[in-house]
């Protein structure tokens, strides 16, 4: 027999069954619209970030700066030896730093996340790139004049000649009239630029002494290899490029950070495929049991084994392909509702015309295409095994395989998967953490292989309480969940996925916050405290004000410090006041005030460094200088300082003036005073710097819970896919078991049951399998997140937390979702006409 005819077969049934067909290719669709999507997004990023950074250093032959971040720069005597090197023609230093500017009612100018930056205008004659287009007025002439990008004096309300105030980090509010609005190629996005006469950004961004880095033109004598080549030997403990290089540099970091974005936004991509495989490999297992007689037909009139496994493989070809088109579409849509809502909540990101690229059509098509088939592979394989003869007795279609083998391969991997689990939380770090990932993926095969026998206790046990008071309704319903153990198990896996992850990163936020409280109530003794931007800190000067409120005692800011600890980069920080005043530190050796060059160490530090009480530490700043520091004191280790703490007398040497802002200003109040009078004192104290809070020590608690919930509702709002392909699992499920039972369906409504009892235990079915899922997974994700979080001990999350109140709503949840995905597969059983149906076997 030619496969000509077999193909006919698969292409009219797969005609035939328009409704299965259409559930199939929904689940193909929503995970291959996942993954381009989430390729169609980064690169438009990427693509229009390499457009906007590829005049980064334009018209700059080389750029000499520091190797460190965050050093407070290049020295200004480097100057003249720059200039001095032959083959420069001239030589730019660049003064430029983080600002916030304020709008026409006194407000800051949103950014969304894009830069804010004030930056030193030069004349056309001065400058290497391109000058500005000025649309409205000109440079500034004066100290106490900007000129602003279009985009920001739009969203600012500003106009040239109009007032405003522009805050920097270390020197505080400054008073500023537009003088000009110019266009820039940066001009999307949220960013702020804000243009300085050169003798004021020098006076706002630097310590004087230095500047960021030096822009260098050749006079064409020397490529610009040779020049660096010249000004490296020059000036050997700096940082020389070409222009070209520091291009290729930004977008190297640009593609790194988006590459991070489209691996997280690529995992959720697999889940929603994951979850997709199981739905299609239910789909095609049903398929194949429901017309085992169909392919015995065609086995008897001469259809060899590999033709039937053909036209079963052949229709899941189909789908693959014609759900992987749609999904390739449906992606690209993904990604512009992505950009349109991160635009609408003003997240800074550039604007582009979306990039669809070849890999991500290929990718997109072999994923779909790939899990479509082969999910299909098994079923059509077992269908080939089954006799003709045997295929076509009615029995045949009920038969159950043994599942004594894999029940036992899963109990081993059950026992290995919570050894693993056990074991990596009893550490901390990236080795315990993949320790318990081993353990969590034992876990879930464990349970891939085991739910097949779990689901007859489990749902037996659940139909004793959910079924029983529906009388003989809901004994059916029982009964119909447990004698299929394979499919009630597939059904319910995809939606236990779903489920264990999002417990999993519930376990995770309520424990981030539980430790963010007891880190606060424990570690920190000061009724109110000010915070700024996190980019910025607390603006000079806020400090001071708050100092003088009538009722505070006493104003201590926390600042950021890196340094070179031995052989290790780390983050410390430096107080500008008495340590033991505002937090509370458990001192286990020596003194808790500092003075000096000494520093405190934080005990896992001082084992890590080999260190004690009166040992000389030398602490190498990002310039490079080193500085010997005696340790004073060892504290239990406290995520609120870090490492080790250093006193205000070290700021000088280890934090850049132009960066000396601290991250938070804890403030003491004296005994008797009432908060509310404080607080209205610090709020008008304040006002005038317009970005800083005032916050209390429950509000401080307050405002990190907030952060947390933000990035947990996007994390959740990605798993959302996961969990509606697995409701849209649940009815495809039963809306083909449905067809696989019209006979049985039809026989009782023939003996007297009614369209509504039918219903009602389709329903009932529904809500056991979904209730089913949703215990194996929550439990799962309990046992997860708490393995995750106890490696995270170091991190600062020091407690497990379980949401109890938010795991009963989701297990709540699912039996709705359980019940509402029976609707219209109940519905669609009711309807079954009883004659037709027996008639119909």
Same mark, same amino acid.
């Given at each position: ?24 290719? &929904? ?12 390729? /169609? ?32 720069? /290049? ?9 001095? @090197? ?258 609408? =909540? ?27 088939? @082969? ?53 901390? *770090? ?10 969590? &993926? ?19 046990? &659940? ?59 424990? *570690? ?52 500008? *006041? ?79 003036? =132009? ?25 008008? =104290? ?95 994700? &309990? ?59």
């Amino acid at each position: 027999m030619s496969s000509n005819p077999i193909t006919k077969v698969a292409l009219r049934n797969i005609a035939a069954h328009k409704v299965r067909l259409l559930l199939t290719v &929904l689940s193909v669709v929503l995970g291959t619209a996942f993954v381009t999507g989430s390729f /169609v997004f980064t690169d438009t990023l990427q693509r229009t970030f390499d457009s906007i950074f590829a005049d980064v250093a334009k018209g700059v032959d080389v750029r000499v700066g520091t190797e460190q971040s965050g050093a407070s720069g /290049v020295p200004v005597e480097d100057i003249d030896v720059v200039a001095a @090197v032959p083959g420069v023609k001239a030589v730019v230093p660049a003064y430029r730093g983080g600002v916030i500017v304020l709008d026409s009612e006194g407000a800051a100018i949103q950014t969304g996340g894009a830069p804010a930056e004030g930056v030193a205008y030069l004349p056309p004659d001065r400058a290497l790139g391109d000058p500005q287009t000025y649309v409205a007025g000109g440079p500034p002439a004066a100290d106490g004049e900007i000129a602003l990008n279009s985009s920001a004096a739009t969203r600012g309300d500003l106009a040239v000649g109009d007032t405003t105030k522009v805050l920097t980090a270390s020197s505080g509010i400054l008073p500023v009239t537009v003088s000009g609005i110019y266009d820039v190629e940066t001009d999307t996005g949220g960013y702020v630029g804000a243009l300085f006469t050169e003798q004021q950004a020098r006076d706002l961004f630097t310590d004087g002494r230095h500047v960021q880095y030096l822009d260098v033109a050749s006079d064409g004598s020397v490529s610009p290899e040779e020049l660096r080549d010249e000004v490296a030997a020059a000036l050997p403990d700096l940082k020389v490029q070409t222009g070209a290089e520091v291009t290729e540099d930004v977008k190297s970091d640009v593609e790194q950070a988006l590459s991070f974005l489209n691996y997280f936004l690529l995992a959720f991509g697999a889940i929603a495929l994951l979850v997709g495989t199981f739905i299609i490999y239910n789909t095609f297992s049903m398929i194949v049991a429901q017309r085992l007689r169909e392919l015995a037909l065609l086995r008897a009139i001469g259809a060899s084994r590999q033709q039937v496994g053909r036209s079963v493989t052949l229709e899941a070809l189909v789908v693959g392909v014609v759900g992987s088109a749609l999904g390739i579409a449906g992606g690209v849509a993904l990604a512009y509702g992505l950009r349109a809502a991160l635009n609408a =909540a003003d997240v800074g990101l550039p604007s582009g015309s979306l990039q669809l690229a070849p890999r991500t059509v290929i990718i997109a098509l072999l994923v779909g295409v790939v899990v479509t088939v @082969v999910s299909a592979y098994a079923p059509a394989r077992r269908a080939t095994k089954v006799p003709p003869v045997a295929a076509m007795r009615e029995e045949s279609t009920a038969t159950v395989e043994s599942l004594r083998v894999r029940t036992v391969i899963g109990a081993v991997a059950a026992v290995a998967g919570v050894a693993g689990v056990v074991i990596g939380a009893q550490g901390t *770090g990236g080795g315990a953490a993949a320790t318990v990932g081993i353990g969590a &993926l034992a876990l879930i095969l464990a349970v891939l292989l085991a739910a097949p026998a779990l689901s007859k206790p489990i749902v037996g046990a &659940l139909g004793a309480v959910f079924a029983r008071p529906f009388g003989a309704v809901g004994r059916l319903a029982r009964t119909n969940a447990a004698r299929n153990p394979r499919r009630t198990a597939a059904t319910a896996f995809a939606l236990t996925l779903g489920l264990m992850l999002v417990s999993v990163i519930a376990v995770f936020g309520a424990s981030a916050k539980s430790s963010v409280n007891t880190l606060v109530d424990t *570690g920190v003794k000061s009724e109110f405290m000010l915070m700024g931007p996190q980019m910025m800190g607390v603006p000079a000067g806020a400090e001071t004000a708050a100092a003088g409120v009538p009722g505070v005692t006493e104003a201590v800011g926390v600042y950021g410090v890196q340094a070179k600890f031995g052989d290790d980069n780390e983050f410390g920080a430096a107080m500008s *006041g008495p340590v033991g005043n505002v937090l509370s530190l458990d001192i286990t050796a020596g003194a808790e005030q500092l003075a000096g060059d000494e520093m405190l160490v934080s005990v896992d530090t001082a084992a890590k460094h080999g260190v004690q009480v009166g040992s000389t530490v030398p602490l190498t700043n990002r310039d490079g200088d080193t500085v010997e520091t005696t340790v004073a004191g060892i504290f239990e280790d406290n995520q609120v300082v870090g490492p080790w703490v250093l006193s205000a007398d070290m700021l000088d040497r280890f934090v850049p003036a =132009a960066a000396r802002a601290p991250m938070v200003v804890l403030l003491n109040t004296a005994d008797g005073s009432d908060p509310e009078t404080v607080r209205a004192g610090l709020e008008d =104290a304040t006002k005038q710097f317009v970005v800083v809070q005032v916050l209390d020590r429950e509000q401080f608690k307050g405002q990190q819970a907030a952060q947390i919930d933000t990035l947990l509702a996007v994390l959740y709002g990605l798993l959302a896919l996961a969990v509606v392909i697995a409701i849209l699992g649940i009815v495809n499920t039963l809306a083909l078991s449905v067809v696989e039972r019209r006979r049985e369906i039809g026989m009782l409504r023939a003996v007297g049951m009614q369209r509504a009892q039918v219903r009602r235990t389709i329903y009932l079915e529904s809500l056991l399998i979904a209730v089913f899922g949703a215990v194996i997974g929550l439990v799962l994700g &309990l046992v997860f997140g708490w393995g995750f979080v106890r490696t995270l001990a170091d991190q600062g999350l020091g407690e497990t937390t379980v949401p109890w109140g938010q795991v009963l709503a989701m297990l709540v949840g699912s039996g709705v979702v359980g019940v509402l995905a029976a609707l219209w597969p109940g519905v669609r059983a009711a309807k079954t006409p009883p004659l037709e149906a027996i008639a119909d076997m």
